[in-house]
């Protein structure tokens, strides 16, 4: 795994802030259209924050979720995806890091983001020997939230202390 990932999953700050500041378009695998779902609300956080989330869900393909059509899979996709967030179990991850690795020139993906509760090291090495970064166990919207200080008006200590206007984490 790459130097900026430590054995316990570990991921620097600047790398996260860099992620969040470069993606721009998001395939998010196991998007549910259901609003109680933690995709749902992730897709709805990421989106009225400036990315484009595309919904991948063969069972809901064809229709919307948020606005957006549903895919079946990342092929399906029409342009390039700049990060696959995977909301599904942790055995499906090595399926959708094959896929991701399959289009990643077609696509131009750059990052494998698995959600909290997801690891997969043999997907990690797989997507990152084709030269995708690879986020595991970690939720975009919480990162975005934390780096940008919006989770301490939750009561979540940040470690940011400041008087200045905090900024989102995008260049």
């Not at 979720?65 to 549903?70: F, K, P, W, Y």
């Not at 983001?113 to 090291?121: M, S, Y």
């Not at 997907?123 to 970690?138: K, T, Y």
Request: aromatic fraction near 6%.
């Amino acid at each position: 795994m790459n130097t900026d990932v430590m054995d316990d999953l570990n991921y620097s700050d600047t790398l996260l802030r860099h992620i969040l500041s470069t993606v721009r378009t998001i395939a998010l695998v196991g998007a549910s259209g259901d609003w109680k779902r933690p995709s749902f609300f992730a897709m709805k956080y990421l989106q009225r924050r400036g990315y484009r989330v595309i919904p991948v869900n063969p069972g809901r393909a064809g229709s919307k979720i948020l606005g957006e059509t549903v895919y079946a899979s990342l092929a399906d996709i029409p342009g390039e995806i700049d990060m696959v967030d995977v909301f599904r179990a942790s055995e499906a991850a090595l399926g959708v890091a094959e896929e991701a690795v399959a289009l990643k020139e077609q696509k131009d993906i750059k990052v494998l983001w698995l959600q909290l509760g997801i690891r997969n090291d043999a997907a990690a090495e797989l997507a990152e020997a084709a030269g995708i970064q690879v986020i595991m166990d970690r939720c975009p919207k919480i990162e975005f939230a934390r780096l940008s200080g919006e989770l301490s008006w939750s009561g979540i200590n940040t470690g940011i202390i400041t008087s200045k206007v905090l900024k989102a984490p995008r260049a």
